[in-house]
Every structure is written in C-alpha cells, then in structure tokens.
C-alpha cells in the first residue's frame, strides 16, 4: 500500500483532467456525438495498445535483455576456464584410462561445424568417465583447488549464474570436491573407502566439467572465432596441444 500511496492521487488527477478536457471540449464545440466517437475509439485502441506493449514489444526487450545477461555469464564461464577449467581437465584427464579413445575425437579444427560438435557432444555422453583413483596425486590436486576456492566462492556469489543451471553445477561439483580434499588432515593415509567417496567427487566433476567445456567451446566458434582458435591450441584432451602458433 505505501508503494502504491503516490499512484492512487496520480491515477485519480489524470482521470479528473481527462474528464475536465472532455467538458471543456463540450461547452465550446456542444458536440457530444463527436466526444463519443472519438472517446469509444480510443478506448478501443487501448486494448490494442496494451498487445502491443505488453506481449510484443516487451517480450522483444525481454530477449534482448535476456541476450545480454548470457553474453555476461558466458564471460564468467571463460574466466573460469581460464583460470581453473582447462588445467582441472587435464590434471582429471591425466587419470583416465580410456582418454585415448577420446583424445582423437576432441581434437577439433577452426573449421569445426555444428555438426562435428553434436557428434563430439555424443562421444563425451558416451564416454565412461572414471579415473585410475590409486594413481592420484591427492595433495597436488588439493593445492590446485584450495589455490582457486576464493576465486570459485566469488564466482558462486554472481546472481548471474542462476541463468545457467548447468554451468551453476559444475562450479559446485568443483567447490565440493574442494572442501572435501580440504577436509583431510593427511591426504597420503587415506581409506580405501575414503578414496573411493573422493573418486566419486572426481569422476562428478570430470564428467559435467568436460560437457561444459565443449558447450563453450561452441559458444567461441560462433561468437569468438579468435578466442576458439586460442582454446584450441590449449584444448585439454590434446596432449600434443601447445599455445604457440607453429606453421603445418
């Protein structure tokens, strides 16, 4: 109601003008025929007005706002690739058995199509995504992460992100296997079954972290042709992969 409280005495002024012209139309034309022509056709045109405004041209601004929005989330998400992502990737690549099978599938050309990335998204559904846990090197990984927990836990708080459900679940598939790496006192006496609740962790974030990958991926092909030919010559699953630009 106090929201509304400089509304009401402004809705009731403008009516009480409206009709205050409409009288002095009348006692100087004495027209009422005219008045009423005229009244019942604007109010016609409002219920058009009202489409208009309400369904067309605000659904425009609302995608174009939308646009916007994503354009910033997808900034978000390159920072995080670049300063976490790529490098988790291959820390994780490193430990999984069956990459080789993979490797090859993901070396991908400037030329890409939207077509090599459906296929490429199909191999990385398909792809089993579990690591040798007992070649780990626990406490490496561990200094990476907790190295990045400020920098995750800022990119947690960006209202942003709500836009973007899945990218939103990687970050906290990577914060939690953080916290849980953080957790241990002594990462050189571990459990079995603590290795295998820590694996678990991994495997959570090797799987959504390499789908999240190509989805950006696609994004610079599309929107950032020089920023996609740089992540391709830092693409994780490229051994062979090096930032230098060498002649073929």
């Not at 990385?124 to 690591?131: A, C, E, S, T």
């Not at 708080?157 to 990218?167: A, Q």
């Amino acid at each position: 109601m106090k929201r509304l409280g400089w509304q009401v005495p402004l809705g009731i002024s403008l009516v009480l003008l409206s009709a205050a012209f409409y009288f002095m139309h009348y006692l100087i034309f004495r027209d009422p025929h005219h008045i009423l022509i005229y009244l019942i056709g604007d109010i016609a045109f409002v219920f058009i007005e009202v489409l208009m405004v309400t369904l067309i041209i605000h659904r425009v601004l609302e995608q174009r706002e939308k646009k916007e929005r994503l354009e910033k989330l997808n900034m978000v998400i390159g920072v995080f690739f670049s300063e976490v992502g790529v490098k988790l990737l291959k820390i994780l690549s490193l430990h999984d058995s069956a990459v080789e099978k993979l490797q090859q599938k993901l070396k991908m050309k400037e030329e890409s199509t939207a077509q090599i990335f459906q296929k490429v998204q199909q191999w990385l559904r398909m792809h089993d995504y579990k690591m040798d846990a007992g070649k780990v090197d626990w406490e490496s990984l561990e200094k990476f992460l907790t190295g990045k927990k400020d920098f995750l836990l800022r990119l947690l708080e960006n209202p942003n992100l709500l836009e973007h459900e899945s990218f939103t679940d990687v970050l906290w598939a990577v914060f939690h296997l953080t916290e849980e790496l953080d957790a241990r006192e002594n990462l050189k006496r571990l459990s079995k079954e603590d290795i295998q609740h820590l694996h678990g962790d991994m495997n959570r974030v090797y799987g959504q972290l390499a789908h999240q990958w190509l989805k950006y991926m696609e994004h610079l092909k599309s929107s950032y042709p020089y920023l996609f030919s740089l992540a391709l010559r830092t693409n994780p699953f490229n051994r062979t992969a090096s930032p230098e630009v060498h002649t073929s």
